[in-house]
């Protein structure tokens, strides 16, 4: 019996909007209609576990196969069907609710995900791309009859019995103009690899050769043959849903490899595992930086149950963590909402600041159980970290105990560890302690042999980021500020070892400063005698550390 109706949306015709406005994106029918397929094994599975279905599961597994001459594309799977009513439930009546809704809504929206999560219209992506669309499923349910569904576009459908003889469902795409692009064994591969890599049961797509062993010859070395296997394109275990103790480094940097096949190895990773307040796995992995501009942001995968949702992850993980690489999954996460929407999400605040927390406590735990390997990472790390200090609060409150200052020397120390160092020879007049940075120590190293030789230590400052960092140090830390070393700082820290005796008198000492002065004939700079000892510098030059920062920013700001 053939049944005719009409899907309950209350606009004529919504599919020109759905394809018109979800254009940019049409590649996600296919991750839409896999995740389905996905969903109904999961489902039969949870039933079976039940007790609610006692037939046999069989090897669940989903395939996606495709025509070019009769132009379509087909997605099977041996979940728990449909029958006719939950075709007529599921299918037919859009989830969402009213098209008025929608007609307003749908100027708002920026992307197709935005809209597809938001209304539901997971399966009727499927138009994107066809003009017509065929399911065929058998329920799972005792005495079930196969159905047949069939739309072509408009809200008309016509359903009916169908033909499948075992459980499940087939869907098939009658792929239009502008859909061709996706009868390629290529594209489709290329979304399935984009989507579908680390679903939970096989996805079948096409035969792939293989070399098997077949016996032996007559020296008897085993002898091969190619024989045709299924094409499974995903790994259905991918190591972010193990436990971490089952898993060995090697694992870690195997799955790194297949996630980024080009890249160096990384330093170290995090293993995320939360199930409450909110659910969330994943793996994150620290890089190696090539330089500080090489990275790149949106390494990271978002994954919600597995399917790949997108890489920009940006709200849901902390700015200065962007560069980390790795993925993400949760279910919690609203996927497909807008960015506002997202940002004011209580589960994103929560995931945000607990991948915050864990970074913190992993760059701790490997700062306190090995402080040399540590140290051997930092010039990769540091970034991450001082980034981290500047725009996190309470990352700066974790960070302060294992971000680590690199002197000129090569020496690194931690906060605490540097006050105490030059407490004892860097503090002025006002009992403030100095700490003298260079930030170029090729141009600077005459000061920074002038700096050492009274005793003063030396910090080197050179990155991008430190320009930044010095601001938030002197924020944070107390009586403490940070001096370029060619600025004059020498003159107001109390130098309490021996003061080196000049061998000019005072007279000649201004007769000499003037002749330099008259020279240089700036003002904002100041020229000072230091000694005529041969192996120290006789004359230094320097700016105000204020009026060189009012220089610099001038310079900066184009006025
Ligand atoms: P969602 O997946 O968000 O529920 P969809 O539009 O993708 O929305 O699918 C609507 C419903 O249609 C599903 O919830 C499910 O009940 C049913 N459905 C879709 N595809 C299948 C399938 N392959 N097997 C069984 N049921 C399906
Ligand atoms: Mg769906």
Redo the contacts with the bound molecule.
Sequence with gaps: MQEKGTISIHTENIFPIIKKFLYSDHEIFLR??V???V??TQ?IKRLASLGQYNGELGDLRVEVAFDADKKTIT?S?N????TAD?IKK??NQI?FSGATEFMEKFKEAKDANEIIGRF?????SAFMVADKVEIQ?LSYQDGAEPAYWVCDGSTEFEIGEGTLAER??E?TLHVNQEGEEFLSEHRLQEILDKYCKFLPVPIKFGTKTQEEEDGVDEEGKPKYISVAVDNIINDTNPIWTKAPSELKDEDYLNFYKELYPFSEEPLFWIHLNVDYPFNLTGVLYFPKLKNDFEVQKNKIKLFSRQVFITDEVKDIVPEFLMLLHGVIDSPDIPLNVSRSFLQADSNVKKINSYITKKVADKLAELFKSDRKAYEEKWSDIGVFVKYGMITEEKFYDKAKDFVLLTSTTKENFTLEEYKEKVAPVQTDKDDRLVYIYTNDPSKQDAFIQSANKKGYDVLLMDTPIDTHFISQLEQKLEKTSLKRVDADVADKLINKGEAPESVLTEEQVTKVKSIFDKAINKPAFKVELESLNPDELPVTVTMDEFMRRMKDMAAMGGG
Aim: aromatic share 12%; glycine share 18%; no cysteine.
């Design positions: 839409e209609l995740s389905n397929a969903d109904a489902k997605i799977d979940g728990l069907g449909m939950e599921y299918i989830a539901g219209l997971g399966f009727y499923t499940g469902t869907i």
